[in-house]
């Protein structure tokens, strides 16, 4: 018999065959794995943050702008008409057609809606699932570094071994080809791409993304691509990695509407892939998360029907911001490669006598400004904090003000190091 008893005096039940006590005793309330993972960076940072007035934040990657209403609004009215109930496991198929016809219309590349398409709760989901999908126990997975925060642990918790690869300002933080052949072991199973960069605002060019794929095809290797930020790029074209020659087939896309259409909190992504690998990852996401949110779909539905004139309204908002705080960081005299992508800059502080931790603490204690230690998003970023703009253009300015006065304290604006030196990221 394998039933469990039910402990009649409150004691531990006992497994089945005898005595339990030895048998807990090797084991922690939580799974090992978890004490594997790396704890956030940032954590004791945003403690910090609770309960600060009078305080300006750069801190949170997400845009200050609301969803636009007519999104909004089609939800609201799927939701008052009955769509309440879960899709697909696939999502809805009319918006697996729309995202097939705006890949293609983006970006030339064609997938399937039927079978090579599915919508996720956020790209946080796809790239959980793609994870687990495509990695056995001591897969290694390069990723570029600094990176974002989720991707160690998502490597981590799907059994695979996360192998930074750093990206360097000399490089405008792009990826190499080098970087990339140096750690290529035969354990290396995939890589996963983030470009537009968070926290770096990197695009990789056409040139550089070709470079990769000689890799992935000389050495076998899926890429996981997470495009994100594809929309949020100023000046530069977004080149999506699938759409190379010969890249579709061994490329996991992964996207989402978060950050484009300024729906964070609807929780909507997608992947695209080739029909087997989707399977495989379907297959988990049909048991982890059924579907994706039916009212964030037909919201999506209307994003893609009527949503570009906002998208681009957004896009120029962002890129008056970021020029603003180029010019400004610059003037300021810290180190900064031009971001031009996503909504993020990544300024070296090292030149002010702390490291980015140090900078950050002392930035919001003293000025009331949050920006994000660069630590956070891996080692090489010590010396580096993480700005987002995604704030409005007066908080902002305002913010930069507060900046330029904290640096001036510690560094007269005499020994400010001149920045001619600091390459840009795109030519
Ligand atoms: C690079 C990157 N990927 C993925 C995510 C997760 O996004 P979401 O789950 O909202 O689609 C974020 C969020 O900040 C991100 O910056």
């Given at each position: 018999m394998s039933e469990r008893s039910d402990p009649q005096d409150g004691a531990a039940p006992l497994h089945e065959g005898g005595d339990a006590a030895p048998y807990r005793a090797q084991r922690g309330a939580t799974s090992a794995t978890l004490s594997t993972l790396p704890s956030s960076g940032i954590r004791r940072f945003f403690e910090l943050l609770d309960g600060a007035t009078d305080l300006i934040s750069l801190a949170v990657g997400q845009p200050d702008f609301p969803t636009p209403a007519q999104i909004t609004r089609a939800a609201a009215d799927a939701m008052l008409a009955g769509h309440t109930g879960y899709t697909s496991n696939y999502g809805l198929l009319e918006l697996r057609e729309a995202l097939s016809r705006h890949l293609e219309h983006r970006y030339g590349v064609y997938y399937r809606p039927s079978e090579e398409l599915l919508l996720t709760t956020g790209v946080s989901e796809a790239l959980d699932v793609s994870m687990r999908a495509l990695l056995d126990p001591g897969d290694e997975v390069l990723v570029p570094e600094p990176g974002y925060v989720a991707y160690q642990p998502v490597v981590m918790m799907a059994g695979g071994v996360y192998v930074p690869v750093p990206t360097t300002p000399e490089d405008g933080f792009m990826l190499t080809a080098e970087a990339l052949r140096a750690r290529i072991t035969p354990a290396t199973k995939a890589v996963l791409l983030a470009y537009p960069s968070n926290p770096t605002g990197a695009v990789m060019t056409r040139e550089a993304l070709e470079q990769v794929a000689e890799v992935a095809r000389e050495h076998d290797l899926f890429v996981i691509s997470d495009e994100l930020y594809d929309r949020l790029v100023y000046g530069v074209e977004h080149v999506c990695f699938a759409s190379l020659p010969g890249m579709r087939e061994r490329t996991v896309l992964?996207?989402?509407?978060?950050?484009?259409?300024?729906?964070?909190?609807?929780?909507?992504?997608?992947?695209?892939?080739?029909?087997?690998?989707?399977?495989?990852?379907?297959?988990?996401?049909?048991?982890?998360?059924?579907?994706?949110?039916?009212?964030?779909?037909?919201?999506?539905?209307?994003?893609?029907?009527?949503?570009?004139?906002?998208?681009?309204?957004?896009?120029?908002?962002?890129?008056?911001?970021?020029?603003?705080?180029?010019?400004?960081?610059?003037?300021?005299?810290?180190?900064?490669?031009?971001?031009?992508?996503?909504?993020?800059?990544?300024?070296?502080?090292?030149?002010?006598?702390?490291?980015?931790?140090?900078?950050?603490?002392?930035?919001?204690?003293?000025?009331?400004?949050?920006?994000?230690?660069?630590?956070?998003?891996?080692?090489?970023?010590?010396?580096?904090?993480?700005?987002?703009?995604?704030?409005?253009?007066?908080?902002?300015?305002?913010?930069?003000?507060?900046?330029?006065?904290?640096?001036?304290?510690?560094?007269?604006?005499?020994?400010?190091?001149?920045?001619?030196?600091?390459?840009?990221?795109?030519?």
């Open positions: 992964l996207g989402g509407f978060s950050k484009s259409y300024a729906m964070t909190g609807w929780r909507l992504g997608y992947v695209a892939a080739r029909a087997d690998l989707l399977e495989a990852i379907m297959k988990i996401h049909q048991y982890v998360m059924m579907s994706a949110p039916t009212a964030a779909q037909y919201a999506a539905l209307e994003a893609f029907h009527s949503a570009e004139e906002d998208v681009r309204g957004m896009i120029a908002e962002y890129d008056r911001r970021r020029l603003l705080l180029l010019r400004r960081i610059t003037e300021i005299g810290l180190p900064l490669v031009e971001p031009r992508g996503a909504f993020y800059a990544f300024p070296n502080v090292r030149s002010v006598g702390l490291d980015g931790q140090e900078f950050a603490e002392a930035l919001l204690e003293e000025e009331r400004v949050a920006v994000v230690p660069g630590v956070a998003f891996g080692a090489s970023g010590r010396d580096f904090v993480r700005i987002c703009y995604a704030a409005s253009y007066d908080e902002l300015s305002e913010a930069l003000d507060r900046i330029e006065r904290f640096v001036r304290r510690r560094l007269p604006a005499a020994e400010s190091p001149s920045l001619g030196q600091v390459p840009t990221a795109q030519p």
